[in-house]
């Protein structure tokens, strides 16, 4: 008897094509064994429903599984005979995975998507009723996970009922975010009483919890953390601190109902960060301390956060009061004084979690630029300038307050109407991607068959893919155009008197937006501003174009005033090049990042205006990438042959100092070019040392050839010597930072037959000669040679030849010195001699058998000595980088000694480098994998602190800043941190952890 799955095959193969089936092979045999089986036959009406889902593979999947998981004749019949049944099923069910588990677990819960089936009523109620509670959620409710289990179900059945209507389109996205959103209030209710439960004498206070963010908002998503705060008073007869520890306990106990892992899996988390005084502050106040917080130390980012309260769950009564007692205060946050840098504060805030390194910004529908956030942050910026005055702007949902911002005139209808239909598909599109794995994303899938998922749900046909990519980028375009166009296009006309706008703001006003843009000095802001607009050239058009985007990138910035400073300085230095403001105009990225750099960096800032032509550097990550080594020697020892070498007569007197200067010029380039990329996240920690070190040793190198050639000159002699550098401390560790020195020793060894006194006076004249060129007064950060690391240091020659290094080294040297030599890397001038003096050396810092106890002794002896004394005095010593506990020195004096001790039987171990050293011991054996983490951890955090502190404030400092909070904030800005705290904390918490290692393994404290 034939196989009927033969003889169908190619018309129901054909059929499943044109359904879009990608796998249409797989999917026929599927259809096939299910009718074989007897589990279900797919009738026209059911094909055609499956090919009408998002990815219809897997709705068929997720059917069949369904089938086998609900015997009986119920489910079959309703798939043939109730169309809307057959709809919303299936496009569940070709839309999430997540979901088609849940169904397989609970084959029953299908019926909640069927045509008339009974409503589920009140999410509060029903969640209550699961959990074993009254609809007053004062009866005790069993204990243990099945009850946690039981939420969850009851919980992801109503998810299932909302998505199911949601993807047959019977919802707007508004709907649907505000039926989250009161879903999420109804487990917290049933958390809460799960928690009263749990906690003996509950009844001892009143607590109430308050919804913040999208939950306040009645916008949340599928998947989505749910911030929360929680206030609680005493009952009656009861002490308010006995109180308040009960509350606490009930509060701690509702997160774990929604938060927990049971074989159902958790709801979500449950965000209390946004109380007062975030993670570090009490999880539940009375209403009185939530108060006197907010009227006395609360930030602006926070009651941006309070626009969107909402009392959710708990005792009603308590949570009308409180949103009696804050609202008020909300609306007074624009009048304080320090209401400028708390809105650049919260800026940076809303922005924190997007990583710009990792390229996730192109993907982002909540945090890149055209993203939820982009739309989020212009209504709440609006809503908290002109709320004070206006009540009917006080909406905590987004598309609400939206629209009535249009309706008073402060946004114009056809942008808040587009606002709306992007932000409208940019939810939708979040709901998609959360809905497949019910997972918190905010990601669009960067592979194929998830683009063509999200492109079907949209009803994107027939080249999904194609169409949703473009629709996205569409609607991103338009919102990042018109945000920056709300708060920056304004103020143009005012300061520019340009006609065009229909409603003008006056120079008072504009400075008003300014100062609540960030700028501390609106008046100098509107007087650079007037500077670059006026007139009526075409580089003032052009400048009316850009500013009112770079406005809002200054504003991003640490120091907006800095930044548009710098910007009219640079224009004005290159305003009449014709390339200059074409660049900016049509590189987006150009003008981005060079705002960025501007209001964050003032030493990026002084090189650049030292060589403004540098912004051509800036239009992508290949032309900010360190330059190879020896590209960089070609193009400086060039310089030094034309200027000493000329085709054509005798060299000038000042030819040294002029090949010099040229080869200065080509450092600060390449300097800028190595801040710029620190500054954009485009270099980790060891990029960043090993290309300053690179320049170091190229600039040093070629005024060493200058120095030879002048010397040479003087005394119409060839150098009758071989001279070498032997880079030392991190320039030998080739880890420079923006302000190190460059320590480093001189060698020579006289040539066959030359005089040593005069080989040896010729050796120091070049090293005097080549300190002295590069101590010459010049535009750019200096480079000091500091020679004092040489035997006998500042007592001893300058310069000594390789024998005499020999016979010190055999005759005298100590423990301490053949530490030093651990960092010390001949780098530059003849070859030979540099590989004669690592010979040399090698025996002294690797020595045979490892240093003895005693020296071991003596070196810590030596390192608690440094402690002790070289710290500065009056300064927190746990902000100290360098020498502070588990700084710097402490991690490179364990690596240090790690090397003294088994260099020698441990070849990987000599290297001059710390991390690199780190890496060594643990393939050795020598240190746990997780304690040179914790040390690299520290290294590299303490590492970039000093970096940043130099790029932001333009010197050096070893000292993380503890009172001046804006240059404290522009350092955890630059390095990516939310706020000061967040550095803070992070720092201390590393070099803790780093101090306990160096305790253990430095010390011998184990021992």
């Known amino acids: 008897m034939g196989d009927p799955w033969s003889d169908r ?24 064994e299910a009718e074989r089986a007897g589990t279900a036959p797919l009738g026209d009406g059911l094909l055609e429903a499956l090919g009408g889902t998002a990815d219809p593979d897997l709705a068929l999947d997720g059917l069949l599984r369904l089938l086998d998981a609900a015997p009986g004749p119920e489910l079959r019949a309703a798939l043939d005979a109730e169309p809307e049944t057959r709809a919303r099923l299936t496009r569940v069910l070709g839309v999430s995975a997540a979901l088609a588990d849940h169904l397989v677990r609970h084959a029953g819960d299908w019926r909640v998507l069927r045509d008339g089936g009974a409503p589920l009523g009140d999410p509060r109620a029903g969640l209550l009723e699961a959990v074993g509670a009254d609809a007053s959620a004062a009866d005790p409710v069993a204990q243990g996970p099945g009850v946690l289990a039981a939420l969850r179900v009851a919980y992801r059945r109503r998810l299932l009922a909302l998505a199911g209507r949601d993807l047959c389109g019977d919802l707007d996205v508004a709907d649907v975010a505000a039926a989250l959103a009161d879903l999420a209030a109804a487990a917290l209710e049933a958390g809460l009483a799960i928690a009263r439960a749990e906690v003996p004498g509950h009844d001892a206070c009143r607590l109430a919890v ?8 009645r916008e949340l998503n599928y998947v989505s953390d749910v911030d929360v705060v929680f206030v609680a008073e005493a009952r009656e007869g009861h002490g308010e601190d006995a109180a308040l520890r009960v509350a606490t306990r009930l509060a701690s106990a509702t997160m774990r109902a929604c938060s927990a892992s049971t074989p159902e899996g958790s709801l979500w988390e449950v965000d209390a960060a946004l109380r007062p005084e975030g993670r570090s502050g009490p999880l539940v106040r009375t209403l009185a301390s939530h108060r006197a917080y907010y009227e006395r130390w609360a930030k602006t980012w926070e009651f941006q956060a309070l626009l969107k309260a909402r009392p959710v769950a708990g005792d009603p009564g308590l949570g009308a009061r409180y949103m009696e007692a804050i609202t008020p205060i909300v609306w007074r946050a624009a009048e304080g004084e320090s209401f ?24 982002q529908l909540k945090l890149g630029p055209g993203g939820l956030r982009d739309v989020e942050f212009a209504v709440q910026l609006l809503q908290l300038v002109h709320g004070r005055a206006d009540e009917t702007l006080r909406s905590p949902t987004t598309l609400d307050a939206l629209s009535e911002l249009s309706r008073g005139g402060y946004v114009g209808r056809d942008d808040a109407a587009s606002l709306a239909t992007a932000y409208r598909f940019l939810r939708r599109v979040e709901h998609l991607v959360q809905l497949h794995r019910l997972r918190r994303t905010h990601l669009v899938p960067d592979d194929e068959a998830g683009l063509r998922r999200l492109g079907r749900a949209l009803g994107l046909r027939p080249d999904p893919v194609r169409e949703f990519t473009g629709e996205w980028r569409r609607q991103a375009r338009k919102v990042r155009r018109i945000h920056e166009k709300l708060f920056y296009r304004p103020l143009l006309p005012a300061v520019a008197r340009l006609p065009g706008e229909e409603a003008r703001l006056t120079p008072e006003a504009a400075r008003a937006r300014l100062e609540a843009l960030g700028y501390a000095d609106p008046a100098g802001a509107l007087r650079h501003i007037e500077a670059l607009t006026a007139g009526v050239s075409r580089r003032a058009a052009i400048q009316r174009t850009l500013l009112p985007v770079m406005l809002g990138w200054f504003a991003d910035a640490p120091d907006p005033d800095e930044g548009l400073l710098g910007f009219r300085k640079v224009s004005d230095a290159l305003g009449t090049t014709p390339w200059y ?33 540098a912004v051509a550097t800036l239009g992508s990550a290949a032309d900010l990438a360190p330059r190879p080594r020896a590209s960089l ?26 090949a010099v200067g040229v080869v200065r010029a080509l450092r600060r380039r390449e300097l800028f070019r190595v801040a710029v990329a620190d500054l954009l996240g485009l270099a980790e920690v060891e990029a960043v040392g090993l290309a300053l070190t690179d320049i170091a040793a190229v600039t040093i190198e070629a005024a060493l050839r200058a120095a030879v050639s002048k010397v040479e000159r003087a005394t119409g002699e060839a150098l009758p010597t071989r001279i070498a550098v032997v880079a030392m401390g991190r320039f030998g560790g080739h880890e420079l930072g923006y302000g190190s020195d460059a320590d480093v020793m001189f060698v020579h060894d006289p040539l066959p037959g030359a005089d040593e006194r005069a080989a040896g006076r010729a050796a120091h004249g070049v090293a005097e000669e080549l300190r002295r060129l590069l101590s010459l007064p010049a535009p750019d950060p200096p480079l000091d040679i500091d020679p004092n690391l040489r035997p006998e240091g500042r007592q001893g020659p300058l310069v000594r030849t390789l024998a005499s290094y020999a016979a010190y080294y055999a005759r005298w040297s100590q423990p301490w010195e053949a530490q030093a030599l651990l960092r010390a890397d001949p780098l530059i001038g003849d070859p030979g001699l540099c590989e004669g003096f690592r010979a040399l050396i090698d025996p002294i810092r690797f020595p045979e058998g490892g240093v003895d106890e005693a020296a071991v002794r003596q070196i810590r002896r030596l390192k608690a000595r440094m402690e002790s004394e070289r710290l500065p005095r009056g300064v927190d010593r746990s902000l100290h980088t360098k020498l502070g506990p588990g700084g710097l020195a402490d991690v490179e004096w364990v690596a240090q000694l790690l090397q003294l001790r088994h260099a020698h039987a441990v070849p990987a171990l000599r290297t001059t480098r710390t991390l690199a050293a780190l890496d060594a011991a643990v393939g050795a054996g020598l240190l746990e994998e997780e304690d040179a983490s914790v040390l690299a951890e520290a290294w590299c955090l303490a590492t970039r602190i000093r970096g940043s502190l130099m790029l932001v404030r333009g010197r050096a400092s070893d000292l993380l800043p503890s009172e001046h909070h804006r240059e404290r904030t522009a350092v955890a800005s630059v390095l990516g941190y939310p706020g000061p705290g967040d550095l803070l904390e992070d720092y201390r918490r590393r070099t803790r952890r780093a101090r306990g290692v160096v305790e253990r393994v430095f010390y011998g404290a184990d021992e």
């Open 210 to 217: 308050i919804g913040m963010g999208k939950c306040g908002g």
């Open 340 to 363: 400028v840098a708390d809105v650049q504060a919260m800026r940076r805030r809303v922005e924190a979690d997007l990583d710009r390194r990792t390229g996730e910004a192109e993907r």
């Open 581 to 613: 403001l074409r660049l900016l105009r049509d590189e987006v990225v150009v003008a981005e990042r060079m705002a960025w750099l501007l209001g964050s960096s003032r030493y990026a800032t002084d090189l650049l205006l030292r060589a403004p032509e």
């Open 633 to 658: 020697r070609a193009e400086a020892f060039a310089a030094v042959r034309r200027h000493t070498q000329p085709d054509a007569g005798a060299p000038s007197a000042s030819a040294a100092e002029d």
């Open 9 to 32: 095959r190619p018309s129901l193969v054909g059929r499943l094509a044109r359904l879009g089936f990608t796998d249409t092979g797989r999917a026929g045999r599927l259809i096939a």
